[in-house]
Protein backbone atom coordinates (compact mmCIF):
# COMPACT_ATOMS: atom_id res chain seq x y z
CA UNK A 1 0.00 0.00 0.00
CA UNK A 2 1.05 3.60 -0.65
CA UNK A 3 1.17 6.04 1.74
CA UNK A 4 -1.26 8.23 2.20
CA UNK A 5 -3.44 10.67 4.93
CA UNK A 6 -5.97 9.70 7.01
CA UNK A 7 -9.11 10.89 6.44
CA UNK A 8 -10.42 9.26 9.41
CA UNK A 9 -12.12 12.06 11.10
CA UNK A 10 -10.04 10.70 14.10
CA UNK A 11 -6.91 11.05 12.70
CA UNK A 12 -6.73 14.34 12.19
CA UNK A 13 -7.67 17.77 14.39
CA UNK A 14 -7.16 21.16 14.49
CA UNK A 15 -7.43 23.41 18.00
CA UNK A 16 -7.72 27.23 18.56
CA UNK A 17 -5.54 27.49 21.40
CA UNK A 18 -5.31 30.90 21.82
CA UNK A 19 -7.92 33.59 20.08
CA UNK A 20 -6.52 36.65 18.79
CA UNK A 21 -7.58 39.89 20.74
CA UNK A 22 -6.28 43.69 19.55
CA UNK A 23 -4.68 46.10 21.64
CA UNK A 24 -5.64 50.01 21.59
CA UNK A 25 -3.54 51.75 19.42
CA UNK A 26 -0.82 53.20 21.55
CA UNK A 27 1.76 56.21 20.72
CA UNK A 28 5.32 54.17 19.66
CA UNK A 29 7.89 57.36 18.58
CA UNK A 30 6.46 58.92 15.79
CA UNK A 31 4.00 56.33 15.16
CA UNK A 32 0.61 55.27 16.01
CA UNK A 33 0.62 51.18 16.74
CA UNK A 34 -2.00 48.88 16.54
CA UNK A 35 -0.54 46.07 18.28
CA UNK A 36 -2.87 42.60 18.63
CA UNK A 37 -2.46 39.58 20.67
CA UNK A 38 -1.11 36.21 19.23
CA UNK A 39 -3.80 33.63 17.72
CA UNK A 40 -2.60 29.75 18.30
CA UNK A 41 -3.41 26.70 16.58
CA UNK A 42 -2.33 23.02 17.49
CA UNK A 43 -3.13 20.65 14.76
CA UNK A 44 -2.07 17.11 13.51
CA UNK A 45 -2.74 14.89 10.43
CA UNK A 46 -2.18 10.75 10.04
CA UNK A 47 -0.21 9.27 7.52
CA UNK A 48 -1.02 5.34 6.58
CA UNK A 49 1.55 3.47 5.02
CA UNK A 50 2.44 -0.17 4.66
CA UNK A 51 5.69 -1.94 6.45
CA UNK A 52 9.15 -1.25 4.58
CA UNK A 53 7.45 2.43 3.34
CA UNK A 54 8.62 5.81 4.34
CA UNK A 55 7.03 9.18 4.21
CA UNK A 56 10.08 11.07 3.38
CA UNK A 57 9.03 14.46 1.75
CA UNK A 58 5.10 14.04 3.07
CA UNK A 59 5.30 17.55 4.93
CA UNK A 60 2.24 18.92 7.29
CA UNK A 61 1.73 22.31 7.87
CA UNK A 62 -0.44 25.45 7.57
CA UNK A 63 -1.04 27.48 4.72
CA UNK A 64 -2.88 30.81 5.00
CA UNK A 65 -4.30 33.10 3.03
CA UNK A 66 -5.23 37.15 4.04
CA UNK A 67 -8.85 37.70 1.89
CA UNK A 68 -9.47 41.60 3.56
CA UNK A 69 -7.44 44.44 3.69
CA UNK A 70 -8.92 47.76 4.76
CA UNK A 71 -5.93 49.85 5.33
CA UNK A 72 -6.49 53.92 5.66
CA UNK A 73 -5.45 56.84 7.91
CA UNK A 74 -6.91 60.72 8.02
CA UNK A 75 -5.48 63.37 9.15
CA UNK A 76 -6.54 66.93 9.67
CA UNK A 77 -4.34 70.50 10.65
CA UNK A 78 -5.05 71.96 13.96
CA UNK A 79 -6.84 74.64 11.81
CA UNK A 80 -9.08 74.83 9.09
CA UNK A 81 -6.89 76.62 6.46
CA UNK A 82 -4.12 73.94 8.09
CA UNK A 83 -5.45 71.27 5.44
CA UNK A 84 -6.61 67.35 5.60
CA UNK A 85 -4.44 64.56 4.16
CA UNK A 86 -6.15 61.31 3.39
CA UNK A 87 -3.68 57.75 3.16
CA UNK A 88 -5.37 55.19 1.23
CA UNK A 89 -3.32 51.79 1.62
CA UNK A 90 -5.81 49.19 1.02
CA UNK A 91 -6.51 49.42 -2.70
CA UNK A 92 -5.17 50.24 -5.77
CA UNK A 93 -2.44 51.19 -6.79
CA UNK A 94 -0.80 51.39 -3.75
CA UNK A 95 -2.43 47.79 -3.40
CA UNK A 96 -1.50 45.66 -5.70
CA UNK A 97 -3.62 42.66 -5.18
CA UNK A 98 -6.71 42.03 -2.57
CA UNK A 99 -5.95 38.56 -1.32
CA UNK A 100 -3.12 37.31 -0.86
CA UNK A 101 -0.69 34.35 0.36
CA UNK A 102 0.84 35.24 4.08
CA UNK A 103 3.94 33.39 4.67
CA UNK A 104 6.80 34.60 6.83
CA UNK A 105 9.52 36.81 5.80
CA UNK A 106 12.30 34.36 4.80
CA UNK A 107 9.87 31.52 4.66
CA UNK A 108 9.87 30.83 0.23
CA UNK A 109 6.86 31.62 -1.28
CA UNK A 110 7.22 28.42 -3.37
CA UNK A 111 7.39 26.56 -0.74
CA UNK A 112 3.29 27.17 0.26
CA UNK A 113 3.30 26.64 3.65
CA UNK A 114 2.96 29.76 6.12
CA UNK A 115 6.70 29.41 7.48
CA UNK A 116 8.99 26.49 6.78
CA UNK A 117 11.97 27.56 8.71
CA UNK A 118 12.72 24.92 10.79
CA UNK A 119 13.04 27.04 13.81
CA UNK A 120 9.07 27.69 13.90
CA UNK A 121 8.52 23.83 13.89
CA UNK A 122 5.11 25.40 11.86
CA UNK A 123 5.62 21.85 9.57
CA UNK A 124 6.25 18.64 10.41
CA UNK A 125 8.28 16.32 7.85
CA UNK A 126 7.94 12.30 7.76
CA UNK A 127 11.73 10.94 8.07
CA UNK A 128 13.33 7.80 7.17
CA UNK A 129 12.62 5.27 9.90
CA UNK A 130 8.88 6.33 10.50
CA UNK A 131 6.63 4.10 11.52
CA UNK A 132 2.60 3.47 10.49
CA UNK A 133 0.22 5.40 11.28
CA UNK A 134 2.53 8.80 11.59
CA UNK A 135 1.19 11.13 13.42
CA UNK A 136 2.62 14.62 12.54
CA UNK A 137 2.05 17.64 14.95
CA UNK A 138 2.41 21.41 14.42
CA UNK A 139 1.80 24.47 15.33
CA UNK A 140 0.71 27.89 14.15
CA UNK A 141 0.84 31.81 16.01
CA UNK A 142 0.46 35.27 14.29
CA UNK A 143 -0.04 38.50 15.87
CA UNK A 144 -0.97 41.13 13.23
CA UNK A 145 -0.15 44.97 13.29
CA UNK A 146 -0.23 48.30 11.71
CA UNK A 147 1.07 51.63 12.00
CA UNK A 148 0.36 54.99 11.24
CA UNK A 149 2.65 58.25 11.34
CA UNK A 150 1.62 60.91 14.00
CA UNK A 151 1.97 63.71 11.86
CA UNK A 152 2.10 64.18 8.05
CA UNK A 153 3.06 67.31 6.49
CA UNK A 154 0.48 68.66 3.94
CA UNK A 155 2.33 70.19 1.07
CA UNK A 156 -0.33 72.28 -0.24
CA UNK A 157 -0.58 74.07 3.25
CA UNK A 158 2.80 73.54 4.49
CA UNK A 159 1.15 72.62 7.63
CA UNK A 160 1.52 69.91 10.03
CA UNK A 161 -1.59 67.28 9.97
CA UNK A 162 -2.50 64.92 12.54
CA UNK A 163 -3.83 61.53 12.34
CA UNK A 164 -7.61 61.84 13.04
CA UNK A 165 -8.78 58.75 12.48
CA UNK A 166 -7.98 55.20 10.89
CA UNK A 167 -9.19 51.69 9.75
CA UNK A 168 -7.65 48.59 9.57
CA UNK A 169 -8.91 45.09 8.38
CA UNK A 170 -7.66 42.24 8.35
CA UNK A 171 -9.38 39.04 7.40
CA UNK A 172 -7.86 35.47 7.36
CA UNK A 173 -8.48 31.85 6.32
CA UNK A 174 -5.68 29.03 7.94
CA UNK A 175 -6.15 25.39 6.86
CA UNK A 176 -4.30 22.51 8.29
CA UNK A 177 -2.23 21.00 4.89
CA UNK A 178 -1.23 17.89 4.07
CA UNK A 179 1.70 17.86 0.94
CA UNK A 180 2.63 14.77 -0.56
CA UNK A 181 6.37 14.37 -2.15
CA UNK A 182 4.40 15.53 -5.28
CA UNK A 183 3.69 18.41 -4.17
CA UNK A 184 -0.26 17.92 -3.92
CA UNK A 185 -2.09 19.40 -1.18
CA UNK A 186 -4.99 17.90 0.95
CA UNK A 187 -6.44 20.80 3.11
CA UNK A 188 -8.12 18.98 6.11
CA UNK A 189 -9.50 21.84 8.78
CA UNK A 190 -9.25 25.17 8.35
CA UNK A 191 -10.37 28.39 10.57
CA UNK A 192 -11.57 31.69 9.60
CA UNK A 193 -10.19 34.38 11.90
CA UNK A 194 -9.77 38.59 11.74
CA UNK A 195 -8.48 41.47 14.02
CA UNK A 196 -9.94 45.03 13.62
CA UNK A 197 -9.62 48.67 14.52
CA UNK A 198 -11.41 51.84 14.29
CA UNK A 199 -9.95 54.56 16.19
CA UNK A 200 -10.68 58.18 15.95
CA UNK A 201 -8.02 60.36 17.90
CA UNK A 202 -8.31 64.16 19.24
CA UNK A 203 -5.43 66.99 19.81
CA UNK A 204 -3.43 67.92 21.96
CA UNK A 205 -2.27 64.15 23.16
CA UNK A 206 -3.88 62.03 20.23
CA UNK A 207 -6.54 60.61 22.53
CA UNK A 208 -8.20 57.74 20.81
CA UNK A 209 -11.85 56.93 20.85
CA UNK A 210 -12.93 53.20 19.95
CA UNK A 211 -15.60 52.72 17.14
CA UNK A 212 -16.43 49.12 19.27
CA UNK A 213 -18.20 48.36 15.88
CA UNK A 214 -15.27 48.04 13.62
CA UNK A 215 -13.07 46.81 16.89
CA UNK A 216 -12.27 43.76 17.79
CA UNK A 217 -10.98 39.94 16.65
CA UNK A 218 -13.08 37.12 16.15
CA UNK A 219 -12.03 33.61 15.26
CA UNK A 220 -14.53 31.00 14.24
CA UNK A 221 -14.73 27.43 14.84
CA UNK A 222 -12.23 24.69 12.67
CA UNK A 223 -14.27 23.53 9.63
CA UNK A 224 -13.85 20.15 7.13
CA UNK A 225 -12.05 21.94 4.09
CA UNK A 226 -14.04 21.18 0.69
CA UNK A 227 -13.30 23.29 -2.11
CA UNK A 228 -10.93 26.26 -1.72
CA UNK A 229 -12.47 29.83 -0.44
CA UNK A 230 -13.07 31.30 -4.30
CA UNK A 231 -12.21 34.95 -2.66
CA UNK A 232 -9.02 33.42 -2.39
CA UNK A 233 -8.65 29.95 -4.04
CA UNK A 234 -6.54 31.81 -7.04
CA UNK A 235 -3.41 32.64 -4.72
CA UNK A 236 -3.31 29.75 -2.08
CA UNK A 237 -1.01 27.77 -3.69
CA UNK A 238 -0.68 28.97 -6.68
CA UNK A 239 3.26 29.13 -8.12
CA UNK A 240 2.14 32.60 -9.37
CA UNK A 241 1.90 34.11 -6.23
CA UNK A 242 5.17 35.39 -5.83
CA UNK A 243 4.61 38.47 -3.57
CA UNK A 244 3.75 37.28 0.32
CA UNK A 245 1.02 40.02 2.27
CA UNK A 246 3.85 41.48 4.18
CA UNK A 247 5.74 42.14 0.82
CA UNK A 248 2.29 43.59 -0.68
CA UNK A 249 1.67 45.42 2.56
CA UNK A 250 5.50 47.03 2.52
CA UNK A 251 4.78 48.23 -1.24
CA UNK A 252 1.54 49.89 -0.14
CA UNK A 253 3.86 51.99 2.06
CA UNK A 254 4.35 54.20 -0.89
CA UNK A 255 0.78 55.77 -0.71
CA UNK A 256 2.72 58.09 2.02
CA UNK A 257 4.46 59.89 -0.51
CA UNK A 258 3.58 62.99 -1.72
CA UNK A 259 2.65 63.18 -4.82
CA UNK A 260 1.04 59.68 -4.89
CA UNK A 261 -2.04 58.76 -5.79
CA UNK A 262 -3.62 56.82 -3.00
CA UNK A 263 -2.56 59.78 -1.18
CA UNK A 264 -4.95 63.06 -0.83
CA UNK A 265 -4.76 65.94 0.20
CA UNK A 266 -6.62 69.58 0.61
CA UNK A 267 -5.96 73.14 1.85
CA UNK A 268 -9.07 73.22 4.06
CA UNK A 269 -10.43 70.55 6.58
CA UNK A 270 -12.63 67.96 3.96
CA UNK A 271 -13.91 64.55 5.13
CA UNK A 272 -12.80 61.61 2.23
CA UNK A 273 -14.18 58.97 0.90
CA UNK A 274 -12.39 55.54 2.28
CA UNK A 275 -13.72 53.69 -0.31
CA UNK A 276 -11.61 55.24 -3.16
CA UNK A 277 -8.07 54.56 -3.71
CA UNK B 1 26.51 41.94 31.56
CA UNK B 2 27.82 39.60 29.40
CA UNK B 3 30.86 40.06 27.26
CA UNK B 4 32.59 38.24 24.39
CA UNK B 5 35.71 39.27 22.25
CA UNK B 6 37.45 37.30 19.36
CA UNK B 7 39.98 38.59 16.96
CA UNK B 8 39.15 39.41 13.24
CA UNK B 9 41.14 36.46 12.28
CA UNK B 10 39.15 33.82 14.06
CA UNK B 11 36.24 35.33 12.95
CA UNK B 12 37.49 35.06 9.38
CA UNK B 13 37.83 31.66 9.78
CA UNK B 14 34.35 31.47 11.42
CA UNK B 15 33.06 32.87 8.88
CA UNK B 16 34.36 30.75 6.53
CA UNK B 17 33.38 27.65 8.46
CA UNK B 18 30.34 29.20 8.74
CA UNK B 19 29.48 29.78 4.90
CA UNK B 20 30.56 25.93 3.79
CA UNK B 21 28.07 24.51 6.41
CA UNK B 22 24.86 26.35 4.84
CA UNK B 23 24.85 29.18 7.21
CA UNK B 24 25.04 26.75 10.04
CA UNK B 25 27.72 26.38 12.38
CA UNK B 26 28.43 24.29 15.92
CA UNK B 27 27.80 25.49 19.40
CA UNK B 28 30.93 24.48 20.47
CA UNK B 29 32.64 27.33 18.61
CA UNK B 30 35.53 28.62 21.31
CA UNK B 31 33.37 31.16 22.55
CA UNK B 32 35.50 31.50 25.34
CA UNK B 33 38.65 32.25 23.60
CA UNK B 34 40.07 35.16 24.34
CA UNK B 35 41.94 37.34 21.93
CA UNK B 36 43.16 40.94 20.74
CA UNK B 37 40.11 42.86 20.84
CA UNK B 38 38.23 44.33 18.08
CA UNK B 39 34.51 44.46 17.71
CA UNK B 40 33.00 43.65 20.97
CA UNK B 41 29.35 42.46 21.16
CA UNK B 42 27.62 42.98 25.02
CA UNK B 43 24.13 42.28 25.26
CA UNK B 44 22.49 44.27 28.18
CA UNK B 45 20.11 43.72 31.02
CA UNK B 46 16.99 42.97 28.73
CA UNK B 47 16.64 40.34 26.11
CA UNK B 48 17.32 41.42 22.67
CA UNK B 49 19.33 44.75 23.63
CA UNK B 50 22.63 45.17 22.88
CA UNK B 51 25.34 47.39 22.71
CA UNK B 52 28.55 47.59 20.01
CA UNK B 53 31.79 48.50 20.93
CA UNK B 54 34.56 48.85 18.28
CA UNK B 55 37.83 48.70 20.39
CA UNK B 56 39.79 48.41 17.10
CA UNK B 57 40.16 50.76 14.16
CA UNK B 58 37.49 52.07 12.17
CA UNK B 59 35.45 49.35 10.60
CA UNK B 60 32.75 49.11 8.00
CA UNK B 61 29.93 46.87 8.95
CA UNK B 62 26.78 45.68 7.21
CA UNK B 63 23.95 47.65 8.24
CA UNK B 64 22.25 44.06 8.64
CA UNK B 65 21.89 42.77 11.89
CA UNK B 66 22.12 39.33 12.04
CA UNK B 67 20.18 36.77 14.54
CA UNK B 68 21.01 33.25 15.00
CA UNK B 69 19.00 30.56 17.14
CA UNK B 70 20.33 27.72 18.75
CA UNK B 71 18.77 24.41 17.11
CA UNK B 72 19.90 21.59 18.65
CA UNK B 73 23.82 22.08 18.60
CA UNK B 74 24.22 24.44 15.70
CA UNK B 75 23.46 28.06 15.46
CA UNK B 76 20.96 28.98 12.40
CA UNK B 77 20.69 32.29 10.66
CA UNK B 78 16.77 33.48 11.38
CA UNK B 79 15.85 35.32 8.48
CA UNK B 80 14.64 38.54 10.16
CA UNK B 81 15.19 41.74 9.03
CA UNK B 82 16.86 43.56 12.08
CA UNK B 83 19.29 46.85 10.96
CA UNK B 84 21.87 48.66 12.81
CA UNK B 85 19.77 51.76 13.47
CA UNK B 86 19.45 53.34 16.54
CA UNK B 87 16.48 54.71 16.31
CA UNK B 88 13.29 54.25 14.13
CA UNK B 89 13.69 57.09 11.64
CA UNK B 90 11.25 54.92 8.90
CA UNK B 91 14.34 56.45 6.24
CA UNK B 92 16.25 53.97 4.20
CA UNK B 93 19.52 53.20 6.09
CA UNK B 94 22.82 53.13 4.39
CA UNK B 95 23.52 49.92 3.09
CA UNK B 96 26.75 50.03 5.63
CA UNK B 97 27.59 51.62 8.71
CA UNK B 98 31.04 52.81 9.67
CA UNK B 99 32.16 52.17 13.67
CA UNK B 100 34.99 54.64 14.39
CA UNK B 101 37.36 53.54 16.55
CA UNK B 102 36.19 53.87 20.14
CA UNK B 103 32.68 53.99 19.08
CA UNK B 104 29.89 52.47 20.74
CA UNK B 105 26.15 51.85 18.47
CA UNK B 106 23.15 50.51 20.32
CA UNK B 107 21.14 49.15 17.80
CA UNK B 108 17.08 49.41 18.47
CA UNK B 109 15.83 46.66 20.58
CA UNK B 110 14.46 43.22 19.02
CA UNK B 111 11.07 42.18 21.10
CA UNK B 112 11.38 39.15 19.43
CA UNK B 113 9.31 39.07 16.74
CA UNK B 114 9.95 37.95 12.94
CA UNK B 115 8.19 41.14 11.47
CA UNK B 116 8.97 44.76 12.38
CA UNK B 117 10.76 43.21 15.36
CA UNK B 118 12.68 46.47 15.90
CA UNK B 119 9.65 49.49 15.00
CA UNK B 120 6.50 49.50 15.14
CA UNK B 121 5.53 48.59 11.29
CA UNK B 122 2.70 46.69 9.62
CA UNK B 123 2.97 42.88 9.76
CA UNK B 124 0.33 40.20 8.63
CA UNK B 125 1.83 37.06 9.30
CA UNK B 126 4.23 38.13 12.41
CA UNK B 127 5.87 35.63 14.63
CA UNK B 128 7.30 35.47 18.17
CA UNK B 129 10.72 33.35 17.84
CA UNK B 130 10.72 32.31 21.95
CA UNK B 131 11.39 30.56 23.75
CA UNK B 132 14.60 29.34 22.33
CA UNK B 133 18.49 30.86 22.54
CA UNK B 134 19.81 33.24 20.54
CA UNK B 135 23.23 35.51 20.05
CA UNK B 136 23.36 38.61 17.72
CA UNK B 137 25.75 38.61 15.02
CA UNK B 138 27.39 41.58 13.09
CA UNK B 139 29.30 41.39 9.20
CA UNK B 140 31.31 43.65 8.08
CA UNK B 141 30.22 45.15 4.97
CA UNK B 142 32.01 42.81 2.64
CA UNK B 143 30.52 40.13 4.62
CA UNK B 144 33.75 38.05 5.05
CA UNK B 145 33.68 38.61 8.80
CA UNK B 146 31.58 38.46 11.18
CA UNK B 147 31.55 38.95 15.07
CA UNK B 148 29.68 37.48 17.55
CA UNK B 149 27.45 38.32 20.47
CA UNK B 150 27.26 35.76 23.59
CA UNK B 151 23.97 33.80 24.13
CA UNK B 152 20.68 35.16 25.63
CA UNK B 153 17.49 33.57 26.01
CA UNK B 154 13.89 34.28 25.17
CA UNK B 155 11.04 33.21 27.61
CA UNK B 156 7.53 32.07 25.48
CA UNK B 157 5.63 34.73 24.39
CA UNK B 158 3.20 34.23 27.14
CA UNK B 159 5.92 35.11 29.55
CA UNK B 160 8.19 37.36 27.56
CA UNK B 161 8.06 41.09 28.75
CA UNK B 162 9.83 42.13 25.52
CA UNK B 163 7.06 43.99 23.76
CA UNK B 164 6.43 46.11 26.27
CA UNK B 165 8.55 49.01 25.10
Redesign the interface.
Known amino acids: MAVTVSLNPADFALHVMRAPTVAAPAV ?4 M ?1 F ?1 ST ?1 MRLEGFATLQGGVGEAALDWKVGFI ?1 A ?1 WVETNWCSYRGAANTDGSIFIQRGRPPARTQGA ?1 R ?6 PMASVF ?2 T ?4 R ?1 VAQGAAGDRFPLVLRVNH ?7 C ?1 LTIRNTLTGKDNFLQEAQFE ?1 FFCTTLSVQDPAGQFTHLLGVYWNTRWHYSFSQPGNRAQVNPQGTGATIGHPFRVGAIDPRFAPVFTSPGQVQ ?3 AI ?2 AA ?1 AAFQPGARNRHETRTWSNFNVTVP | MEQFQRNGALIFLSAALFLAASCTSPATHADSVKQEETLVLRNLARSGDLEIENRGPAINLSGQLIVQQLDGTTWRDNAIDLLLLETCTFTIEPGCKTLEHGATLRPAHWNGMSCAGQCPQGCRANIFLGPGQFRFVVATCDKKQRFYGPVFTLPDHDHSELKKK
Not at chain 1, 102 to 107: E, I, K, L, T
Not at chain 1, 141 to 147: A, G, K, L, N, V
Open positions: RGNQFDPQQCDCVDGSYSNPLHETDQPTDSPFSCNFRM
